[in-house]
Protein backbone atom coordinates (compact mmCIF):
# COMPACT_ATOMS: atom_id res chain seq x y z
CA UNK A 1 0.00 0.00 0.00
CA UNK A 2 2.68 2.27 -0.21
CA UNK A 3 2.11 5.58 -2.14
CA UNK A 4 -1.00 4.56 -2.79
CA UNK A 5 -3.79 7.60 -2.48
CA UNK A 6 -5.49 7.79 0.19
CA UNK A 7 -8.73 5.75 0.58
CA UNK A 8 -11.66 4.89 3.14
CA UNK A 9 -13.16 1.37 4.18
CA UNK A 10 -17.06 1.07 3.44
CA UNK A 11 -19.53 -1.78 3.81
CA UNK A 12 -20.79 -2.61 0.31
CA UNK A 13 -21.76 -5.70 -0.96
CA UNK A 14 -20.44 -6.28 -5.00
CA UNK A 15 -23.93 -4.29 -6.28
CA UNK A 16 -23.35 -1.47 -4.16
CA UNK A 17 -19.85 -0.95 -5.13
CA UNK A 18 -20.63 -1.46 -8.67
CA UNK A 19 -23.25 2.07 -8.00
CA UNK A 20 -20.74 3.43 -6.33
CA UNK A 21 -17.70 3.35 -8.95
CA UNK A 22 -20.34 4.74 -11.76
CA UNK A 23 -21.32 7.42 -9.78
CA UNK A 24 -17.25 8.30 -9.21
CA UNK A 25 -17.27 7.30 -12.41
CA UNK A 26 -19.00 10.74 -13.70
CA UNK A 27 -21.32 8.43 -16.19
CA UNK A 28 -23.26 10.69 -18.85
CA UNK A 29 -26.00 8.13 -19.48
CA UNK A 30 -27.52 5.33 -17.65
CA UNK A 31 -30.05 3.02 -19.24
CA UNK A 32 -31.10 0.10 -17.93
CA UNK A 33 -34.04 -2.31 -17.11
CA UNK A 34 -33.54 -4.03 -13.21
CA UNK A 35 -33.54 -7.88 -13.08
CA UNK A 36 -32.58 -9.67 -10.44
CA UNK A 37 -29.40 -9.84 -9.25
CA UNK A 38 -28.49 -6.66 -10.73
CA UNK A 39 -31.43 -4.84 -9.12
CA UNK A 40 -29.78 -3.28 -6.32
CA UNK A 41 -27.18 -1.37 -8.74
CA UNK A 42 -29.49 0.58 -10.69
CA UNK A 43 -31.81 1.44 -7.43
CA UNK A 44 -28.88 2.38 -5.94
CA UNK A 45 -28.00 4.16 -9.08
CA UNK A 46 -31.27 5.71 -8.83
CA UNK A 47 -31.24 6.92 -5.47
CA UNK A 48 -28.00 8.78 -6.81
CA UNK A 49 -30.18 10.22 -9.48
CA UNK A 50 -32.74 11.55 -7.08
CA UNK A 51 -30.47 13.16 -4.42
CA UNK A 52 -28.26 15.12 -7.33
CA UNK A 53 -25.28 13.16 -6.34
CA UNK A 54 -24.51 12.84 -9.78
CA UNK A 55 -25.12 14.26 -13.54
CA UNK A 56 -26.46 11.79 -15.26
CA UNK A 57 -29.41 11.41 -18.04
CA UNK A 58 -31.08 8.15 -16.09
CA UNK A 59 -33.31 6.03 -18.36
CA UNK A 60 -35.95 3.68 -17.21
CA UNK A 61 -36.46 1.80 -20.32
CA UNK A 62 -38.69 -0.70 -21.54
CA UNK A 63 -36.70 -3.57 -21.63
CA UNK A 64 -33.25 -4.77 -21.99
CA UNK A 65 -33.23 -4.81 -25.55
CA UNK A 66 -34.36 -1.30 -25.49
CA UNK A 67 -31.73 -0.53 -22.32
CA UNK A 68 -28.61 -1.60 -24.70
CA UNK A 69 -30.15 0.39 -27.44
CA UNK A 70 -30.48 3.52 -25.62
CA UNK A 71 -26.53 3.23 -24.86
CA UNK A 72 -25.67 2.70 -27.45
CA UNK A 73 -27.19 5.27 -29.07
CA UNK A 74 -25.91 7.67 -25.88
CA UNK A 75 -22.41 6.18 -26.47
CA UNK A 76 -22.49 7.22 -30.53
CA UNK A 77 -23.30 11.00 -28.81
CA UNK A 78 -19.86 10.70 -27.35
CA UNK A 79 -21.30 10.14 -23.91
CA UNK A 80 -19.36 8.20 -20.88
CA UNK A 81 -22.20 5.31 -20.74
CA UNK A 82 -23.19 2.42 -18.12
CA UNK A 83 -25.55 -0.13 -17.84
CA UNK A 84 -26.55 -3.39 -15.74
CA UNK A 85 -27.97 -6.81 -16.44
CA UNK A 86 -27.96 -10.09 -15.41
CA UNK A 87 -29.63 -13.43 -16.72
CA UNK A 88 -32.61 -12.96 -19.50
CA UNK A 89 -31.72 -9.37 -19.43
CA UNK A 90 -28.50 -9.97 -20.87
CA UNK A 91 -29.62 -12.91 -23.46
CA UNK A 92 -32.37 -10.15 -24.37
CA UNK A 93 -29.54 -7.84 -25.28
CA UNK A 94 -28.24 -10.43 -27.14
CA UNK A 95 -28.86 -8.53 -30.53
CA UNK A 96 -27.86 -4.87 -29.24
CA UNK A 97 -24.36 -6.58 -27.84
CA UNK A 98 -23.26 -6.93 -31.32
CA UNK A 99 -24.53 -3.99 -32.87
CA UNK A 100 -23.25 -2.43 -29.95
CA UNK A 101 -19.10 -3.74 -30.07
CA UNK A 102 -19.83 -3.31 -33.84
CA UNK A 103 -20.32 0.11 -33.80
CA UNK A 104 -17.28 0.29 -31.61
CA UNK A 105 -19.94 2.00 -28.60
CA UNK A 106 -17.47 2.01 -25.16
CA UNK A 107 -20.49 1.11 -23.00
CA UNK A 108 -19.41 -0.78 -19.77
CA UNK A 109 -21.80 -2.94 -18.37
CA UNK A 110 -21.43 -4.80 -14.95
CA UNK A 111 -23.38 -8.42 -15.57
CA UNK A 112 -24.65 -9.86 -12.01
CA UNK A 113 -23.93 -13.31 -13.09
CA UNK A 114 -26.90 -15.45 -12.95
CA UNK A 115 -28.29 -18.88 -14.50
CA UNK A 116 -30.73 -18.66 -17.54
CA UNK A 117 -34.06 -20.53 -17.69
CA UNK A 118 -35.66 -23.08 -17.74
CA UNK A 119 -36.04 -24.13 -14.86
CA UNK A 120 -36.42 -20.71 -13.44
CA UNK A 121 -33.57 -19.89 -11.26
CA UNK A 122 -32.21 -16.51 -9.83
CA UNK A 123 -29.05 -17.16 -8.39
CA UNK A 124 -25.67 -17.22 -9.23
CA UNK A 125 -23.75 -19.26 -12.41
CA UNK A 126 -22.00 -18.11 -15.63
CA UNK A 127 -24.70 -19.53 -18.12
CA UNK A 128 -25.33 -15.60 -19.37
CA UNK A 129 -22.00 -14.08 -19.97
CA UNK A 130 -20.36 -17.19 -21.39
CA UNK A 131 -23.13 -17.52 -23.62
CA UNK A 132 -22.24 -13.59 -24.78
CA UNK A 133 -18.51 -14.85 -25.15
CA UNK A 134 -18.56 -14.02 -28.63
CA UNK A 135 -20.49 -11.05 -28.76
CA UNK A 136 -17.28 -8.88 -29.09
CA UNK A 137 -17.31 -7.36 -25.92
CA UNK A 138 -14.21 -7.74 -23.28
CA UNK A 139 -15.32 -9.66 -20.42
CA UNK A 140 -13.61 -9.09 -16.92
CA UNK A 141 -14.83 -11.54 -13.98
CA UNK A 142 -14.20 -10.22 -10.85
CA UNK A 143 -12.83 -12.10 -7.28
CA UNK A 144 -14.78 -10.00 -4.92
CA UNK A 145 -16.51 -6.76 -3.99
CA UNK A 146 -13.50 -4.80 -3.90
CA UNK A 147 -12.25 -6.20 -7.19
CA UNK A 148 -15.69 -5.24 -8.45
CA UNK A 149 -15.59 -1.64 -7.96
CA UNK A 150 -11.91 -1.34 -9.16
CA UNK A 151 -12.82 -3.28 -12.00
CA UNK A 152 -15.27 -0.65 -13.02
CA UNK A 153 -13.06 2.44 -13.39
CA UNK A 154 -10.74 0.27 -15.46
CA UNK A 155 -13.48 -0.86 -17.85
CA UNK A 156 -13.97 2.45 -18.52
CA UNK A 157 -10.54 3.41 -19.31
CA UNK A 158 -10.16 -0.19 -21.53
CA UNK A 159 -13.57 0.32 -23.39
CA UNK A 160 -12.54 4.01 -23.98
CA UNK A 161 -8.72 3.47 -25.13
CA UNK A 162 -8.77 4.31 -28.71
CA UNK A 163 -6.52 1.20 -29.59
CA UNK A 164 -9.31 -0.53 -28.28
CA UNK A 165 -13.04 1.18 -28.57
CA UNK A 166 -14.89 -2.31 -27.52
CA UNK A 167 -17.89 -2.30 -25.16
CA UNK A 168 -16.61 -3.96 -21.83
CA UNK A 169 -18.85 -6.61 -19.39
CA UNK A 170 -17.75 -6.37 -15.91
CA UNK A 171 -19.02 -9.67 -14.28
CA UNK A 172 -19.54 -10.35 -10.69
CA UNK A 173 -21.40 -13.42 -9.27
CA UNK A 174 -24.64 -13.10 -8.59
CA UNK A 175 -25.62 -13.22 -4.64
CA UNK A 176 -21.86 -14.88 -4.03
CA UNK A 177 -20.77 -11.27 -4.76
CA UNK A 178 -23.95 -9.20 -5.86
CA UNK A 179 -25.50 -9.36 -2.97
CA UNK A 180 -22.51 -9.99 -0.28
CA UNK A 181 -21.44 -7.52 2.03
CA UNK A 182 -17.92 -7.09 2.29
CA UNK A 183 -15.55 -3.82 3.72
CA UNK A 184 -14.56 -1.99 0.26
CA UNK A 185 -11.84 0.16 0.08
CA UNK A 186 -12.92 3.37 -1.62
CA UNK A 187 -11.28 6.27 -3.63
CA UNK A 188 -11.76 9.67 -2.98
CA UNK A 189 -13.38 11.42 -5.66
CA UNK A 190 -10.97 13.55 -7.02
CA UNK A 191 -8.32 10.57 -7.70
CA UNK A 192 -11.22 8.34 -9.41
CA UNK A 193 -11.39 11.63 -11.66
CA UNK A 194 -8.27 11.51 -12.70
CA UNK A 195 -7.47 8.23 -13.14
CA UNK A 196 -10.97 7.89 -15.54
CA UNK A 197 -10.64 11.04 -17.14
CA UNK A 198 -13.18 12.02 -19.85
CA UNK A 199 -13.51 10.22 -22.70
CA UNK A 200 -11.10 10.31 -25.84
CA UNK A 201 -13.07 9.89 -29.57
CA UNK A 202 -11.07 8.67 -32.49
CA UNK A 203 -11.25 10.36 -35.35
CA UNK A 204 -12.90 9.14 -38.44
CA UNK A 205 -13.45 10.68 -41.82
CA UNK A 206 -17.18 11.59 -43.00
CA UNK A 207 -18.66 11.28 -46.21
CA UNK A 208 -18.14 15.04 -46.85
CA UNK A 209 -13.95 14.14 -46.43
CA UNK A 210 -13.93 16.12 -43.65
CA UNK A 211 -12.12 13.94 -40.47
CA UNK A 212 -13.80 14.76 -37.17
CA UNK A 213 -14.17 12.87 -33.92
CA UNK A 214 -16.31 9.70 -33.73
CA UNK A 215 -19.60 11.06 -32.54
CA UNK A 216 -23.08 12.12 -33.84
CA UNK A 217 -22.80 15.80 -34.43
CA UNK A 218 -25.28 17.73 -35.90
CA UNK A 219 -22.20 20.02 -37.30
CA UNK A 220 -20.21 17.53 -38.25
CA UNK A 221 -22.94 14.54 -39.51
CA UNK A 222 -21.79 11.44 -40.18
CA UNK A 223 -23.48 7.92 -40.79
CA UNK A 224 -22.49 5.31 -38.37
CA UNK A 225 -23.70 1.51 -38.58
CA UNK A 226 -24.07 1.45 -41.90
CA UNK A 227 -25.43 -1.15 -44.30
CA UNK A 228 -22.16 -3.32 -45.12
CA UNK A 229 -22.74 -5.86 -47.90
CA UNK A 230 -20.45 -9.62 -48.56
CA UNK A 231 -17.84 -6.68 -50.50
CA UNK A 232 -17.36 -4.73 -46.93
CA UNK A 233 -19.10 -6.63 -43.98
CA UNK A 234 -15.92 -8.47 -43.15
CA UNK A 235 -13.59 -6.15 -42.87
CA UNK A 236 -14.97 -4.20 -40.02
CA UNK A 237 -15.32 -7.87 -38.31
CA UNK A 238 -11.32 -8.06 -38.99
CA UNK A 239 -11.10 -4.76 -37.78
CA UNK A 240 -12.79 -6.14 -34.47
CA UNK A 241 -10.34 -8.70 -33.72
CA UNK A 242 -7.32 -6.26 -33.91
CA UNK A 243 -9.27 -4.26 -31.46
CA UNK A 244 -9.71 -7.53 -28.64
CA UNK A 245 -5.88 -8.28 -29.74
CA UNK A 246 -4.85 -4.65 -28.33
CA UNK A 247 -7.27 -4.71 -25.32
CA UNK A 248 -4.82 -7.48 -24.18
CA UNK A 249 -2.13 -4.83 -23.75
CA UNK A 250 -4.35 -2.39 -22.97
CA UNK A 251 -5.83 -4.29 -19.93
CA UNK A 252 -2.50 -4.77 -18.46
CA UNK A 253 -1.60 -1.17 -18.74
CA UNK A 254 -4.28 0.06 -17.29
CA UNK A 255 -4.67 -2.25 -14.57
CA UNK A 256 -1.15 -1.39 -13.54
CA UNK A 257 -1.92 1.90 -13.91
CA UNK A 258 -4.69 1.75 -11.66
CA UNK A 259 -2.64 -0.66 -8.91
CA UNK A 260 0.02 2.37 -9.08
CA UNK A 261 -2.97 4.31 -7.71
CA UNK A 262 -5.13 2.19 -5.21
CA UNK A 263 -2.30 0.16 -3.86
CA UNK A 264 -4.45 -3.27 -5.15
CA UNK A 265 -3.09 -5.75 -8.19
CA UNK A 266 -5.11 -8.76 -9.96
CA UNK A 267 -2.16 -10.40 -11.20
CA UNK A 268 -1.55 -9.01 -14.47
CA UNK A 269 -5.07 -7.96 -14.89
CA UNK A 270 -5.56 -10.76 -17.47
CA UNK A 271 -4.65 -13.82 -14.98
CA UNK A 272 -3.91 -13.63 -11.26
CA UNK A 273 -1.31 -16.48 -10.31
CA UNK A 274 -1.56 -17.86 -6.62
CA UNK A 275 0.91 -19.84 -5.56
CA UNK A 276 1.70 -20.92 -9.34
CA UNK A 277 5.44 -20.97 -9.59
CA UNK A 278 6.07 -24.29 -8.54
CA UNK A 279 2.89 -25.97 -8.19
CA UNK A 280 2.59 -29.26 -9.05
CA UNK A 281 -1.42 -29.62 -9.36
CA UNK A 282 -3.36 -26.35 -10.30
CA UNK A 283 -6.89 -25.35 -10.74
CA UNK A 284 -8.17 -22.65 -13.24
CA UNK A 285 -11.19 -20.81 -12.29
CA UNK A 286 -13.40 -17.56 -13.13
CA UNK A 287 -14.99 -15.71 -10.59
CA UNK A 288 -15.06 -15.62 -6.91
CA UNK A 289 -14.42 -19.35 -6.45
CA UNK A 290 -11.28 -18.59 -6.53
CA UNK A 291 -11.70 -17.21 -2.93
CA UNK A 292 -12.12 -20.21 -1.97
CA UNK A 293 -9.64 -22.22 -3.72
CA UNK A 294 -6.81 -19.63 -2.08
CA UNK A 295 -8.14 -20.78 1.18
CA UNK A 296 -7.95 -24.94 0.64
CA UNK A 297 -4.19 -23.64 -0.94
CA UNK A 298 -3.28 -22.56 1.78
CA UNK A 299 -4.12 -25.62 3.72
CA UNK A 300 -3.21 -27.96 1.31
CA UNK A 301 0.64 -25.74 1.32
CA UNK A 302 0.46 -26.05 4.52
CA UNK A 303 0.51 -29.76 4.38
CA UNK A 304 3.44 -29.61 1.87
CA UNK A 305 1.08 -30.32 -1.35
CA UNK A 306 1.92 -28.30 -4.36
CA UNK A 307 -1.17 -26.74 -4.97
CA UNK A 308 -1.58 -23.64 -7.27
CA UNK A 309 -4.35 -21.57 -8.86
CA UNK A 310 -4.74 -19.59 -12.11
CA UNK A 311 -7.46 -17.16 -11.79
CA UNK A 312 -9.04 -15.75 -15.61
CA UNK A 313 -9.64 -12.44 -14.64
CA UNK A 314 -10.25 -11.26 -18.47
CA UNK A 315 -11.72 -14.33 -20.21
CA UNK A 316 -12.33 -12.19 -23.63
CA UNK A 317 -10.06 -11.69 -24.73
CA UNK A 318 -8.73 -14.34 -24.04
CA UNK A 319 -5.18 -14.33 -22.39
CA UNK A 320 -4.18 -17.50 -24.62
CA UNK A 321 -0.62 -17.28 -24.24
CA UNK A 322 -0.51 -16.63 -20.58
CA UNK A 323 -2.36 -19.63 -19.79
CA UNK A 324 -0.06 -21.75 -21.73
CA UNK A 325 2.52 -20.38 -20.30
CA UNK A 326 1.38 -20.48 -16.54
CA UNK A 327 -0.10 -23.80 -16.93
CA UNK A 328 2.88 -25.51 -18.66
CA UNK A 329 4.88 -26.06 -15.38
CA UNK A 330 1.88 -28.25 -13.59
CA UNK A 331 1.22 -31.56 -14.08
CA UNK A 332 -2.49 -31.71 -13.48
CA UNK A 333 -5.01 -29.17 -14.17
CA UNK A 334 -8.44 -29.02 -13.18
CA UNK A 335 -10.35 -26.06 -15.60
CA UNK A 336 -13.35 -25.15 -13.17
CA UNK A 337 -16.67 -23.84 -15.37
CA UNK A 338 -19.76 -22.38 -13.88
CA UNK A 339 -21.87 -23.17 -16.92
CA UNK A 340 -22.44 -25.46 -19.33
CA UNK A 341 -22.08 -25.67 -23.73
CA UNK A 342 -24.46 -28.25 -24.04
CA UNK A 343 -22.68 -31.21 -26.29
CA UNK A 344 -19.50 -29.08 -26.52
CA UNK A 345 -17.72 -31.51 -24.88
CA UNK A 346 -16.71 -29.39 -21.63
CA UNK A 347 -17.15 -25.77 -20.37
CA UNK A 348 -16.20 -23.05 -22.21
CA UNK A 349 -13.52 -22.14 -19.81
CA UNK A 350 -12.09 -25.45 -20.52
CA UNK A 351 -12.57 -25.41 -24.06
CA UNK A 352 -10.51 -22.49 -24.20
CA UNK A 353 -7.68 -23.28 -21.92
CA UNK A 354 -7.41 -26.50 -23.88
CA UNK A 355 -6.91 -24.52 -27.11
CA UNK A 356 -4.76 -22.47 -25.38
CA UNK A 357 -2.20 -24.98 -24.59
CA UNK A 358 -2.80 -27.47 -27.96
CA UNK A 359 0.90 -25.65 -29.26
CA UNK A 360 2.75 -25.95 -26.08
CA UNK A 361 5.43 -28.25 -25.80
CA UNK A 362 4.59 -28.94 -22.34
CA UNK A 363 1.07 -29.26 -20.92
CA UNK A 364 -0.36 -31.13 -17.45
CA UNK A 365 -3.05 -33.06 -17.76
CA UNK A 366 -6.23 -31.16 -18.16
CA UNK A 367 -9.69 -32.37 -16.58
CA UNK A 368 -13.12 -30.35 -16.74
CA UNK A 369 -15.01 -29.37 -13.59
CA UNK A 370 -18.85 -28.44 -14.02
CA UNK A 371 -19.87 -26.49 -11.07
CA UNK A 372 -22.09 -24.64 -9.01
CA UNK A 373 -24.72 -24.21 -12.02
CA UNK A 374 -28.06 -22.50 -10.64
CA UNK A 375 -26.06 -20.80 -7.42
CA UNK A 376 -24.98 -24.38 -5.91
CA UNK A 377 -22.48 -24.14 -3.44
CA UNK A 378 -18.64 -24.81 -3.83
CA UNK A 379 -17.16 -25.98 -0.86
CA UNK A 380 -13.76 -26.08 0.81
CA UNK A 381 -13.52 -29.63 1.21
CA UNK A 382 -15.14 -29.81 -2.46
CA UNK A 383 -12.00 -27.99 -3.99
CA UNK A 384 -10.07 -30.29 -1.72
CA UNK A 385 -10.97 -33.12 -3.66
CA UNK A 386 -10.47 -31.78 -6.42
CA UNK A 387 -6.78 -31.29 -5.42
CA UNK A 388 -6.78 -34.71 -4.63
CA UNK A 389 -8.04 -35.67 -7.81
CA UNK A 390 -5.56 -33.91 -9.36
CA UNK A 391 -2.86 -36.02 -6.82
CA UNK A 392 -3.86 -39.16 -8.04
CA UNK A 393 -3.93 -38.37 -12.27
CA UNK A 394 -0.64 -36.54 -11.77
CA UNK A 395 1.11 -39.87 -10.29
CA UNK A 396 -0.60 -42.33 -11.90
CA UNK A 397 -0.84 -40.40 -15.43
CA UNK A 398 -4.76 -41.91 -16.25
CA UNK A 399 -7.33 -39.37 -16.75
CA UNK A 400 -10.33 -41.56 -16.09
CA UNK A 401 -13.59 -38.97 -16.73
CA UNK A 402 -12.48 -35.94 -18.59
CA UNK A 403 -15.12 -34.07 -18.06
CA UNK A 404 -16.50 -34.13 -14.15
CA UNK A 405 -19.29 -32.32 -12.33
CA UNK A 406 -18.83 -31.32 -8.35
CA UNK A 407 -21.71 -31.50 -6.44
CA UNK A 408 -24.13 -33.32 -8.62
CA UNK A 409 -26.36 -35.62 -7.65
CA UNK A 410 -26.25 -39.59 -9.46
CA UNK B 1 -12.76 -8.33 -54.04
CA UNK B 2 -11.58 -5.51 -56.62
CA UNK B 3 -8.08 -5.17 -55.03
CA UNK B 4 -9.28 -1.51 -55.59
CA UNK B 5 -11.65 -1.75 -52.96
CA UNK B 6 -9.33 -0.68 -49.19
CA UNK B 7 -8.64 -3.36 -46.52
CA UNK B 8 -9.27 -3.83 -42.63
CA UNK B 9 -6.34 -1.74 -41.70
CA UNK B 10 -7.33 1.45 -44.25
CA UNK B 11 -11.21 1.34 -43.71
CA UNK B 12 -12.55 3.60 -41.40
CA UNK B 13 -13.93 2.89 -37.94
CA UNK B 14 -17.01 0.81 -37.71
CA UNK B 15 -18.07 1.29 -40.98
CA UNK B 16 -18.71 4.81 -40.62
CA UNK B 17 -19.25 5.81 -44.30
CA UNK B 18 -16.47 8.02 -45.77
CA UNK B 19 -18.46 8.88 -49.16
CA UNK B 20 -21.27 10.37 -50.29
CA UNK B 21 -23.83 8.08 -51.08
CA UNK B 22 -23.87 9.28 -54.58
CA UNK B 23 -20.80 7.37 -54.83
CA UNK B 24 -22.33 3.94 -53.94
CA UNK B 25 -23.42 2.56 -56.69
CA UNK B 26 -26.79 0.78 -55.08
CA UNK B 27 -28.54 -0.63 -58.46
CA UNK B 28 -25.80 -2.74 -59.36
CA UNK B 29 -27.64 -6.01 -57.99
CA UNK B 30 -30.38 -5.89 -60.03
CA UNK B 31 -31.99 -8.58 -61.90
CA UNK B 32 -35.05 -6.68 -63.78
CA UNK B 33 -34.75 -3.39 -65.62
CA UNK B 34 -37.39 -1.07 -66.73
CA UNK B 35 -38.43 -0.82 -70.44
CA UNK B 36 -40.05 2.09 -71.49
CA UNK B 37 -42.47 2.33 -75.07
CA UNK B 38 -42.24 5.59 -75.92
CA UNK B 39 -45.65 5.36 -77.90
CA UNK B 40 -47.26 4.44 -74.96
CA UNK B 41 -45.52 7.05 -72.12
CA UNK B 42 -47.47 10.32 -71.65
CA UNK B 43 -45.15 11.90 -69.82
CA UNK B 44 -47.45 12.46 -66.83
CA UNK B 45 -44.50 11.58 -64.73
CA UNK B 46 -45.59 9.74 -61.73
CA UNK B 47 -42.91 7.17 -62.43
CA UNK B 48 -40.39 9.84 -61.08
CA UNK B 49 -42.74 10.33 -58.15
CA UNK B 50 -43.06 6.41 -57.45
CA UNK B 51 -39.74 5.44 -57.80
CA UNK B 52 -37.87 4.63 -54.01
CA UNK B 53 -34.32 5.41 -54.93
CA UNK B 54 -35.26 8.76 -57.09
CA UNK B 55 -33.70 6.96 -60.12
CA UNK B 56 -36.20 8.34 -62.60
CA UNK B 57 -35.23 11.53 -63.22
CA UNK B 58 -36.98 14.86 -65.63
CA UNK B 59 -35.00 16.47 -67.98
CA UNK B 60 -36.36 19.73 -69.26
CA UNK B 61 -33.62 20.08 -71.54
CA UNK B 62 -34.28 17.34 -73.25
CA UNK B 63 -38.56 17.10 -72.29
CA UNK B 64 -37.84 13.96 -71.28
CA UNK B 65 -37.19 11.43 -68.09
CA UNK B 66 -34.43 9.22 -67.76
CA UNK B 67 -33.55 6.26 -65.89
CA UNK B 68 -30.89 6.26 -63.73
CA UNK B 69 -29.93 2.58 -64.00
CA UNK B 70 -26.93 2.99 -61.38
CA UNK B 71 -29.38 3.30 -59.00
CA UNK B 72 -32.31 1.66 -60.55
CA UNK B 73 -32.86 -1.42 -58.09
CA UNK B 74 -34.96 -3.15 -60.30
CA UNK B 75 -38.24 -3.03 -57.74
CA UNK B 76 -40.83 -2.28 -60.56
CA UNK B 77 -42.91 0.11 -59.08
CA UNK B 78 -42.73 2.19 -61.99
CA UNK B 79 -43.89 -0.34 -64.09
CA UNK B 80 -46.76 -1.12 -62.08
CA UNK B 81 -47.68 2.36 -61.11
CA UNK B 82 -47.47 3.66 -64.55
CA UNK B 83 -51.38 4.43 -66.04
CA UNK B 84 -50.84 3.83 -69.61
CA UNK B 85 -48.91 0.65 -68.84
CA UNK B 86 -45.36 2.11 -71.38
CA UNK B 87 -43.03 0.44 -68.52
CA UNK B 88 -42.24 -3.30 -68.62
CA UNK B 89 -38.89 -4.64 -66.15
CA UNK B 90 -37.45 -7.02 -68.49
CA UNK B 91 -34.20 -8.87 -67.76
Redesign the interface.
Given at each position: MKNAAKQEVMGLNGDEAVAYAAKQSDVDVVAAYPITPQTIIVEKFSEYVANGEVNTEFMCTESEHSAMTACLAAAATGARTFTASASAGLALMHEMLFVTS???APVVMAVANRALSAPLNIHGDHSDTMAQRDSGWIQIYAENAQEVYDSVFQAFRIAEHLDV?LPVMVGLDGFTLSHTLENVKVLEDEAVKGFVGTRQL?N?????GRTVP?RLDPENP?????V?LP??Y???K??QE?AMKNALKVISQVHDEYGQLSGRHYGNGLVEKYRLDDAEIVIACVGSTAGTVKTVIEDLRAEGVKAGLLRIRTFRPFPAEEIAKALGKAKAAAVMDKSMSFGGNGGAVFHETRHALYDSQNHPYLVNYIYGLGGRDISPSQIRKVYEDMQKIAQTGKVEEKIRYIGLRE | ?SSK????KE???????????KTYLTGDWKTYQPVRDLEKCTKCLLCTIFCPDGAIHWKPEKGDIEFDMSFCKGCGICANECPTKAITMKI
Open positions: GCRQPVMTHEYMTMGPANYFEFRQE | MEKGWLSLAGVCWKSS
